[in-house]
């Protein structure tokens, strides 16, 4: 690893950290390879077959951009020659990264103290050493580096080759991710892992995003969250790293933003475009997770209308959303957690959307149903979804923490009907195709449909036959009573 220093003049030639031995370099698209030295010095980066020259800019920066790679699981080496100056990586491979960030959930691992991942039995991390792994750590306030660079304490070891010990470090839901997409594909995956537990959505955005968005939304809270936010994760994790070529993001987060609704999804809208901006790869793929079920009732809905921002926020183009309501912690799982230990279904959830949508899978179901309009019928109210797959069924799952398909059930169970007083009462639902029909004896002529809009999910059983389950959806906007 490379020595930072804390000055913007370097007195030896260096790579940035990001490229190590065992680096992913991203396929099929321009690579930037970037170091720092002493302004002026002429270098050379060669990989690949290619050979590209750069120099040492005045602010002690250089880059070197080759063209795009063709997939290669066959170790190469990175050199970076200047006179006399060698600097090899070794063990690089061609394939696709992904970048996962967000708090604690993301963050989780297989080693963490107290509450570990569970690592189901069926899981071979050896048959993937094509799967590789870096952390770029938080920064502590007291610690200086130059703009644009990272210091030395974020990023404790290069990137890590996967087996069945190094993996139970990686980040959990990552690793799952990699290990889905690893089953399906002949292609090497990188997982950069740019996470810090109990962290705001807010820290991550970037100021330009974060300011543009406060001005489209007429809120003052809004407004004032770009006055009074750092930005540190943005500018002390996320800054240094853009420009690493990736294919697409990851993100799980939202319980340090759980009482703040329908703005959750401004400020995802913020987050998203001021990655997209940095990365400069336009639009790339943004999947994240939506805030799984929590048996703590306290403050009753506190969740409920983060979740549904977090649906809504699927309307920023080329998103996707992995629903948890069977995978949170319950009532058997003590101590009871606001971190489930089921990453597995995390994981795979998420990358059904990349298999989906980036891989060329376009047979495969990769989300549970999702709402799409709501038909008041007289004495009755039918619910319309999209991704019903080969229709919908009730169904529930044994345990949150199993990953066995979930069991059909009789009974379809968490939809909440009212009529023009606003008082709510649970519906009997029955399916017709890929429609829900909702009905109930103390609601006449019902108009606004919930479904699981409640912090605990785990009795919802909408589920489509491929086994995803129905995200919570409300289509009422009257305030909320706690």
């Not at 080693?111 to 792994?133: G, Q, S, W």
């Not at 345990?399 to 709510?424: C, H, T, Y």
């Amino acid at each position: 690893m490379c020595v930072l220093v804390s000055t913007s003049v370097y007195s030896d030639l260096q790579l940035s950290e990001l490229f190590s031995d065992h680096t992913v370099l991203q396929r099929d698209a321009p690579v930037p390879i970037w170091g720092f030295g002493d302004p002026g010095t002429q270098l050379s980066v060669s990989f690949a077959g290619q050979n590209v020259n750069a120099v040492v800019d005045e602010t002690g920066r250089w880059t070197a951009t080759l063209r795009p790679l063709k997939l290669n699981k066959q170790p190469q080496e990175l050199v970076v020659k200047s006179g006399q100056t060698v600097l090899t990586r070794r063990d690089i491979l061609v394939g696709d990264v992904w970048l996962c960030g967000g708090q604690s959930n993301m963050n989780m691992t297989f080693k963490t103290p107290r509450l570990p991942c569970d690592m189901p039995a069926f899981i071979n991390a050896d048959k993937h050493p094509t799967i590789r792994h870096m952390a770029v750590l938080p920064r502590r306030n007291k610690d200086t580096a130059p703009i644009g660079r990272f210091h030395p304490s974020q990023i404790k070891q290069g990137w890590t080759v996967c087996n069945a010990d190094t993996a139970l470090g990686f980040t959990a839901t990552g690793f799952f991710f990699a290990y889905t997409l690893a089953e399906e594909l002949d292609v090497p995956i990188g997982l950069l892992n740019i996470t810090q537990g109990n962290t705001r959505i807010d820290m991550w955005m970037s100021p330009k995003s974060a300011e543009t968005i406060a001005d489209e939304v007429p809120t003052e809270s809004l407004r004032a969250v770009y006055s009074k936010t750092p930005f540190t994760n943005y500018r002390w994790q996320i800054e240094p790293a853009a420009g690493f070529a990736i294919k697409g993001a990851i993100w799980y987060q939202g319980e340090a933003n759980a009482k703040e609704g329908d703005q959750y999804m401004w400020k995802m809208k913020a987050l998203i475009s001021g990655w997209r901006e940095a990365w400069g790869q336009g639009d790339f793929p943004f999947y994240f997770v939506q805030l799984p079920s929590y048996e703590n009732e306290k403050g009753n809905r506190t969740w409920a209308p983060i979740r549904d921002a977090q649906r809504k926020a699927l309307s920023i183009p080329n998103t996707g959303m992995a629903v948890l309501t069977d995978a949170g912690d319950t009532a058997e799982d003590f101590p009871i957690n606001l971190h489930p230990r089921n990453k597995y279904a995390v994981g795979r959830r998420l990358a059904l959307w990349a298999l989906a949508k980036d891989y060329g899978k376009d047979n495969l179901v990769y989300s549970g149903p999702l709402f799409q309009s709501a038909s008041p019928q007289g004495n009755t109210i039918a619910v319309r979804f999209d991704h019903v797959g080969s229709g919908l069924m009730a169904a529930k799952k044994t345990s949150s923490r199993s990953n066995d398909p979930p069991r059909p059930v009789d009974e379809l169970k968490g939809f909440m009907i009212a009529g023009e007083d606003k008082q709510w009462a649970e519906a009997a639902a029955t399916i017709q195709g890929d429609t829900v029909v909702l009905s109930s004896d103390q609601v006449d002529q019902p108009i606004a449909v919930r479904y699981l809009y409640t912090m605990n999910t785990d009795h919802g059983t909408l589920y489509n036959k491929e086994g995803l389950p129905a995200s919570p959806f409300r289509t009422d906007d009257w305030p909320n009573k706690r």
